[in-house]
């Protein structure tokens, strides 16, 4: 793991968070900036020319992410220390616990930005046994391949007829006509999605999508106050590895590449204040002088203390975080936020 000091922090403004990385990481690097390519996140999920084709790549990647969930509610020794046994799944199951009674007497329409099978099916599978009324399931993603499997998960516990697909970008979804009349709204994003985006993205995301009493469910993989080994070992797991190689390959074909992992400040709001951002990238290696020496970034994901996670939640003054449930090592958290 490589990490860069504070004098290589580009500034906020009106810069893009792919910029931000390219620049900053182009600093690391000592390379040009040109040297860097940063795609857009939504490419890695779907076919930038044909929405609706599936291929065996985005069905590779959506099944990467569905292991790793697996493993996260599976393993119990996962977020937990020598002396605290507060597992991921245990956090989750704390967290749970908070939305059954938020939501109690309510009809509830569950929708997922980015569906994550194993914790979805968790949720509503705990959310029904304490007695939820679930009216209604919408997942919304960029990758086709993901609709089949979700139905699966689902469909013996919610009658098919109320699981529903959008295939679309999160921000696209604001301009559907979605939502079930009579219903509250329980918003979620699982898996660390949100950190793959800028907080004045996901902020405007959020206030497009949450009408008032509105409830958003997320999951961040937090930077630990003392230990970072659990964000190292994380990245360095085969199964990211694989997911980043798929990401390169998806754009460049089977080229030769070394895989590399970063973290590095960015200043993501106003005031200037660093936040941690983790990389991960391909540097190809191809007889090709244009290509040969370039860094595919193939992932970026935000790592917020605990502390910056509650305030960049509520900088907007929009939404109110209502619990936040971290595991014992502090490397994941599970925040249950509502719209004012």
């Not at 119990?76 to 199951?93: A, E």
């Not at 914790?119 to 304490?130: E, Y």
């Not at 590895?241 to 390959?249: C, N, Q």
Request: charged share 20%; proline share 4%; hydrophobic share 35%.
């Amino acid at each position: 793991m490589k990490t860069i000091d504070s004098n290589t922090i580009v500034a906020a403004g009106n810069t893009s968070m792919n910029e931000q990385v390219c620049r900053t990481l182009a600093k690391y690097l000592r390379l040009p900036a040109s040297r860097i390519v940063v795609p857009k996140n939504a490419d890695k999920y779907h076919n930038q020319f044909d929405r609706i084709a599936q291929d065996d790549s985005l069905e590779e990647v959506f099944n990467l992410m569905w292991n790793l969930n697996v493993t996260g509610l599976e393993d119990k020794t996962i977020g937990c220390t020598p002396h605290h046994q507060r597992s991921l799944s245990n956090t989750l199951d704390t967290t749970i616990q908070d939305l059954a009674k938020l939501l109690k007497n309510d009809r509830v329409q569950y929708t997922e930005l980015g569906p994550e099978p194993a914790k979805t099916r968790h949720i509503i599978n705990q959310l029904v046994n304490f007695g939820i009324r679930v009216d209604n399931y919408t997942a919304v993603d960029i990758n086709p391949n993901s609709q089949s499997l979700m139905r699966s998960q689902l469909v013996d516990i919610l009658p098919p007829e109320n699981i529903d697909y959008a295939q679309s970008l999160f921000e696209e979804l604001s301009d559907t006509d979605y939502r079930v009349p009579g219903t509250r709204n329980l918003v979620t994003m699982l898996g660390f999605e949100e950190g793959n985006d800028h907080p004045r993205s996901v902020a405007s995301l959020l206030e497009s999508v949450l009408e008032s009493g509105d409830v958003f469910l997320s999951e961040m993989q937090l930077l630990p106050r003392l230990d970072w080994s659990p964000i190292y070992n994380f990245y360095q797991s085969e199964v990211m590895r694989r997911f980043s190689r798929v990401a390169l390959e998806r754009t460049y074909g089977n080229l030769r590449s070394d895989y590399g992992f970063y973290l590095i400040p960015l200043a993501l709001n106003h005031v200037g204040v660093q936040t941690m951002v983790a990389v991960t990238a391909e540097t190809i290696h191809d007889a090709d002088p244009e290509l040969d020496g370039t860094v595919f970034v193939t992932n970026y994901c935000i790592k917020y203390s605990a502390d910056e996670y509650i305030a960049s939640r509520e900088a907007s003054g929009n939404v109110k975080v209502l619990a936040q449930h971290t595991t014992a090592d502090g490397s994941v958290a599970f925040q249950i936020s509502q719209k004012i």
